[in-house]
């Protein structure tokens, strides 16, 4: 099986308007032919976070049954993502209608409270239940810190050229998939969690059959994949970001968000679950 699992498609009178309206969105977007620069996948940053905070709602069961399939897998993406490129459609309406700000400055704030909000929610949910429990989610953040520095360091010192090409787009995308890295990491070997993504779950068994296992546990190999895998996709992102930065940029974001979900997926669940 390839699907993780909880993956279950909404009913077709669900799911067919939010691909209408998300079509709908994508389209005026293309029309629009808006620049995408580092700024505007800084400025998505917050709704790759706010779809991981939905989706940890999701699991605690806060949604009311008629709709909670929505914030399942796949339908939170589908959600988020139209919600953010609507906020990003009217930025650029409003830019382009004289107001004083960047068309990457609305999505950004807009994205920003939704994730305030929802996260806040979330917290004093589990704050009132007594499941509030900080301390690993504060040292998966602090560690993936640590990682993308050093292997940004790395770029920076041997790959000069990846580093300056793929430039804050490409710290985003190494800090996503490190922190998803060791979040996973640090749920498996120390907080008894259950991987859900069958090619991850293999990755993490194989490491615990290592000799390593008994002193480090099995997720370091999960987190040097993960990274790794990261750091060559910018090396071969280099040309295409050089000649085509529109298309590329919107490829790395998605791959930002393929790693920066999850890993704010399991921080956020740890901390109030």
Request: proline share 6%; glycine share 10%.
């Amino acid at each position: 099986m390839v699907l993780p699992e909880g993956f279950v498609l909404p009913p077709w009178y669900l799911l067919g308007p939010t691909l209408v309206i998300l079509g709908g969105v994508v389209a005026f977007l293309w029309s629009l032919d808006p620049p995408v620069t580092d700024r505007t996948v800084l400025a998505f940053v917050p709704w790759m976070l706010f779809g991981s905070t939905l989706h940890v709602l999701h699991r605690l069961e806060a949604y009311p049954t008629e709709i909670a399939v929505m914030f399942a897998s796949p339908g939170v993406y589908l959600v988020t993502a139209t919600a953010a490129g609507i906020a990003w459609a009217l930025g650029i309406v409003l830019h382009a209608a004289g107001l004083q700000a960047t068309s990457e400055r609305l999505p950004g704030i807009v994205g920003t409270g939704f994730f305030v909000v929802f996260t806040m929610f979330a917290i004093f949910t589990s704050w009132d239940a007594g499941t509030f429990e900080p301390f690993w989610p504060v040292i998966s953040v602090v560690i993936a810190g640590i990682i993308t520095a050093l292997a940004w360091l790395g770029l920076g010192l041997w790959f000069t050229d990846v580093a300056a090409t793929t430039s804050l787009t490409g710290v985003i995308v190494v800090f996503g998939h490190a922190l998803d890295g060791v979040s996973t990491g640090i749920g498996y070997d120390l907080l008894g969690a259950h991987e859900e993504v069958p090619v991850s779950r293999f990755v993490l068994e194989t490491a615990e059959g290592l000799p390593t296992a008994e002193v480090i546990g099995a997720g370091w190999l999960f987190v040097l994949l993960k990274v790794a895998l990261a750091v060559v996709v910018l090396g071969l992102f280099r040309e295409f970001v050089e000649e085509a930065p529109r298309q590329a940029r919107l490829l790395l974001a998605f791959i930002a968000a393929v790693g920066l979900g999850p890993g704010v997926h399991n921080v956020l669940l740890f901390m109030i679950a």
